[in-house]
């Protein structure tokens, strides 16, 4: 009885505090949740970049799409889809095989808009210059929004690309992968209207070295291209195993190839692929990725056979691409996040953002994140046009280097942001740590930082006309900073002896990375933004911390720009 009273009592206390002078749980000075905001009215550096990049026409849908995702509801959809993890069932209940992945809604939700959006096959199916361009920035508004959807996103985007090297598989696969539709079931790819390719490259003994590859590939009649094989071996590594195909590479007699694996063999009997368990990782926790056995997985020959890594190259290097624009998503959500923190919160009589110090932090971020949106979608264009030789030779080269730089710049990046928003942003409940655990993964997959930088080496030694290329892209803003040619002669300078190119090769690529980006910004953003980026970046004093721009930049400028003050 008493224990009823005490809980009136409590009932009581709560609703009339003040009656005990034991106001003590009075939310001051925090902000709400940043929500119901349109991402890309509030990207006015993406906006302008859309529209010097050449995708104008895309502006309205995807200020359509941008208030779309901004909604508390989506919103949600990402936090939920990393709260509750897929889980994986091997047999169903009577002991049948089934390899089932089971996903919560809200991750379905995600992938069913994305893939209704087009992200997965825009450019391939629409042949407007700038398609890539409109591709990409939805791709880089929807990645804030939740990043680990856009790995089979971004898979099935790029499968296409290998996929066409064998034009009778092409004819058959394309249209479903290509379609705008997402169709999770788990059942032959013939009863499907739609379907999600996945990749499977890397063994236990080998992943930057695929060439140690040891799966082997068996003909089953006929050997050679568009041919069926069955694959024996392992793969360590298959993100996304519930997709209805996979591009794998295995040995077949002559040599290492690529082959197109479907998840079910087309007479409805279970494929051989057996995922053997989820791998636990530290981020991007709403994605699966598993360890498989390959126990006579029948394939086709996809591309010539022993030119496994030329065919599944052509992938790859789209993935790499996509890497850039999820790691932009990254530090943009990441800004995002710190900027409206620190409009909104107080501290020593002042707000944080009105702080100088915390105004050189922030605008700091500010200038990384639009370096890299902008570095991106300049790529995107070159994707756009690659019949013209200059930009064929800036989509290659680009690539490698935006591929390195922007996804090793983010997990600082994101450490940053989170310390702004100060012990808050440390809490599982907000979104930081999810940015923070993302930010490492891209520089990992799809070739660590280091094979980036020796796929640019690569470059300087069997592609020099790239080189060139990248020279003249970079001289067409020549005389317009100071510090940006003095910085690229000394570069050219280090590029006259190539004799130890590769214990090099990190500080190179950083430089080219960083003169590419300037060069960028020098062309495209205002004065503000590209003086700031040169002087802060270029200058002798290399940038170790972020917060140490010199005297003399236009912090409010940079801060009004990354996110205008309707947006707060
Ligand atoms: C979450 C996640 C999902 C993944 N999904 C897939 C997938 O779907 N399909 C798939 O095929 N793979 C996938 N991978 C694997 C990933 O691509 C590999 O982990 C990556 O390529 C590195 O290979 P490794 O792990 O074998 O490391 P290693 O190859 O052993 O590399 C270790 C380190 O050595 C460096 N290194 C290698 N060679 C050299 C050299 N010559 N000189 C200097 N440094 C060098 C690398 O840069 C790296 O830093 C995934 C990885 C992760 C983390």
Redesign the pocket.
Known sequence: MSAIKNVVLLQNSTAMPDAYGAATHVVENQPTDLVNYNLFKADIALSESVNLEGAVWATEDLNRFGALIGTAEYLELGHLANKFQPEFDTHDRYGRRVDQVRFHPSYHALMRVAFEEGIHSSPWTDKRAGAHVARAAKFYLLSQVEAGHGCPIAMTFAAARAIKMQPDLAAQWLPKITARHYDPRNVPAEQKQALTI?????EKQ????VRANATRAIPVGIEGPGQAYELVGH?F???APMSDAFLVLAQAPGGLSCFLMPRWRPDGSKNPMQVQRL?K?MG?TSNA?GETELRGALAWMVGAEGRGVSTIIEMVAMTRFDCMILSSGGMRMALTQALYHCRNRSAFGKLLSDQPLMQNVLADLALESEAAMSMTLRIARALDHRDNEHEDHMARLGTALGKYWICKRTAQHACEAMECVGGSGFMEDGPMPRLYREAP?NA????????QC?DVVRVFRKEPETVVAFFNEISAVRGLHALLDRYVDELQNDLIDLSDMEYRARDIVDRMALSFQAAQLVRTAPSFVADAFCRSRLDSRSHHQYGALPRGVDVVAILDRALPSQFE
């Open positions: 996945g990749m499977a490259m890397t080998g992943g930057s070295d793969k590594f298959v993100s791998k990782k991007n990725a993964l990992i997959w799809e070739g660590c930082g280091n094979v020796l």
